[in-house]
């Protein structure tokens, strides 16, 4: 993409009232538009990060054996009535509307209900079982206050995947599954080192949910951290009993700030018993089908990685989930030079690596001051004076280190198949 | 994918309640759930005809020089008072909410107003026009009757595109591009043939807009068409006056019923002026920015190709946007013929053909139900039979010929690019 077809405009200073880093950068940088409080629209740059990020968690959601699925926003409220979360006293993060006709309907902030219901129709038999199905759907919560940017808005894409399955045992065997599912998912998106598996609260339905917590400065929670064995606590639950059943060592543990990128959740068969969701088992019997859900904040998770990884320069991007591969940017007015640069641009767009190229009239200190707040993995730059040194000048984004190389180098320097 | 992966359950019945031909169709092959009247969730085969449609439509609009994003749901309120839309009594079909904190907002049927604001930021001057952005959004409309399935449903997917340019010569030619890029939108969809532009009423904006209609039984819509010509104009607009404008000559019009699948609109500089959207022009001078909207119905376009094309037997998919290209069907118990459909479903599924494999222990007859029911391009057979006759037999889903292939003849006989 050419800078000058790209829609973007980048802003100084992050609106007055934006509170959190990362609302501010991607504000600044022009990923993201502020709306009103906790409610970002998402510009060509940042639906572009979030596109790859939910292309990464579709990934493994599909090796899990997960069918992709969009239920709705408009929910029934007798569904939620039936589980006693309709009240705003019991869930207090609902929005709720009217038909025409006068009738209450909710707009979903989380699809237990209706996919539990939904599956009266498509489970009768354990043959039909287990079932596994998932969604990116967008999720709106009213929030009271809403002051960590992304990290918490009112309005968010989710990657919410529920389980149905026949018995504790076969709960528990893809429950496992999920978790090294959702490890090995943030280790793609480049929070791998830093994000570990958390005993957290369970609610009613389960002594406890796991969260999988990244540690970084600005995260909301607090966990207590076994760096050896990779396992955290929640301050929320921490407590010698859940030290024990965890296996960590006390001594060892670290109490530091962490943000949740995901979470896991058991609700055994109360949800089915009270929506009545059965089927008949082999021996003829009737039974409720145990439930499980697993959710990922997708837009949440762009602003932790900004969180994590952001610089006083701007935005950082992993590889994996950058909206750009290359900033290439061609420097001075001669002919040669330009002509090199659209070379290059020519040569990255037919190796399929994802470039921006920064054909604009401008000084290098406001292209190179770009690249960095853009955060692209790799800056690239085009001059008389990196052809005189024999090539073009290559870059990281968090190095300093310029090195020169030749255009046909840079399908094998920087190709990343998931950027194909 | 093995249909004993896939997620679905056929019905033999669609719900009581059910009037339009188009959901009744969806629900019975498993493509769509319904939830509550007007409100359908896609299940996997609907979503992936959706993501289909998407793909054409999105290639479409990137040619455009349109810039993907995705704007907010939720809506303030003093936008769309500036433009006095927010009054129920001018804009019957508001689903609307409340912030906890008391304040209202609005659940978003369209954008043309939240864009405009935001374009505030991006348009000071004439160098920064023209700006085309697009979304894929869902869409909330609080219908009073939702009985044409997902032809008007309360809540869909749409296209919506927004274009702001510089002069009302800028934005024609844009407009007349678009139209362009429109028909073979619905041709590539597989609505081509019949699919014409339509006048139809401008409201307070502009004399005219747009429509795109096509000539289905149920549609919702009366238009009188010049086939020749390849122009139609709706019946509400319908009189001499337009007649001689269209340049149709009114003795050949067709009165026939058709179904919208999209519109553009001209809004002019009215809502720039509104909501304070002005550049500056290159001699100095503050104007208002032309505004356009380009919107195709997604969930609805699924409806239609249903309508148009569906027979007794049931759904049939134009290969462009079907959810797999083939389906096939393994016969009887011979090792000699499994081992050749599981032959055959490899070879498919390594060329990138999309194959859904019914491995079942059904009934022929069962197996041939589904295929015609889910309305997959090609049915693809392989028994003991076929096998004595030299290969597998292959049939067109709307065709009674069927044919004897070799398995390595398929990915010529059958790839389809845009299904890569």
């Not at 292309?55 to 569904?79: A, D, F």
Request: proline fraction near 2%.
């Amino acid at each position: 993409m050419r800078r000058s077809q790209l829609f973007i405009k980048t802003r100084k200073e992050a609106p007055a009232d934006e509170e959190s880093k990362n609302a501010q950068l991607l504000i600044r940088a022009g990923f993201i538009y502020k709306d009103s409080a906790g409610v970002y629209a998402l510009l060509p740059m940042g639906l572009a990060v979030i596109e790859n990020i939910k292309r990464i968690v579709r990934h493994e959601m599909n090796k899990q054996g997960g069918n992709e699925l969009l239920m709705t926003s408009l929910q029934r409220k007798e569904l939620w009535e039936h589980t006693d979360r309709w009240d705003d006293a019991k869930v207090d993060i609902w929005f709720k509307s009217h038909l025409a006709n006068g009738s209450e309907v909710g707009l979903a902030w989380s699809h237990e209900e209706p996919i539990s219901d939904m599956m009266r129709e498509f489970i009768a038999s354990y043959r039909d079982l287990p079932a596994y199905v998932y969604q990116f759907q967008t999720k709106l919560r009213n929030e009271v206050r809403a002051k960590s940017g992304v990290m918490r808005s009112r309005e968010f894409i989710m990657k919410d995947l529920y389980s149905f399955t026949r018995s504790d045992e076969e709960h528990q065997k893809f429950y496992d599954s999920m978790t090294q599912a959702y490890l090995r998912i943030f280790k793609e998106i480049g929070l791998g080192g830093d994000t570990y598996l958390t005993y957290a609260s369970g609610g009613a339905f389960t002594q406890f949910s796991h969260e999988f917590q990244t540690v970084t400065g600005n995260g909301e929670d607090t966990i207590y951290l076994d760096r050896e064995k990779g396992i955290a606590i929640n301050e929320e639950v921490m407590s010698d009993e859940v030290v024990a059943q965890a296996g960590v060592n006390r001594d060892k543990l670290d109490k530091v700030q962490a943000a949740e990128v995901g979470n896991i959740f058991s609700f055994g068969t109360h949800k089915s018993e009270q929506l009545g969701l059965y089927f008949t088992d082999e021996d003829g019997s009737q039974k409720p089908a145990v439930l499980g859900s697993y959710g990922i904040g997708v837009t949440r998770l762009m602003g932790v990685v900004t969180e994590h990884f952001a610089d006083d320069k701007g935005l950082v991007w992993p590889e994996n989930i950058a909206p750009y591969m290359v900033y290439l940017a061609g420097l001075g007015d001669s002919e040669a030079a330009r002509q090199a640069a659209d070379a290059a641009y020519d040569y990255l767009t037919e190796n399929h690596i994802k470039v921006l190229y920064d054909d604009r009239d401008e000084r290098p200190g406001e292209k190179f001051a770009d690249a960095d707040l853009f955060g692209i993995p790799y800056r690239l730059v085009v001059s008389d004076k990196s052809l005189a040194a024999g090539g073009l000048e290559l870059k990281k984004r968090a190095s300093t280190e310029v090195e020169i190389v030749q255009k046909d180098q840079l399908a094998n320097r920087l190709k990343n198949p998931l950027q194909a």
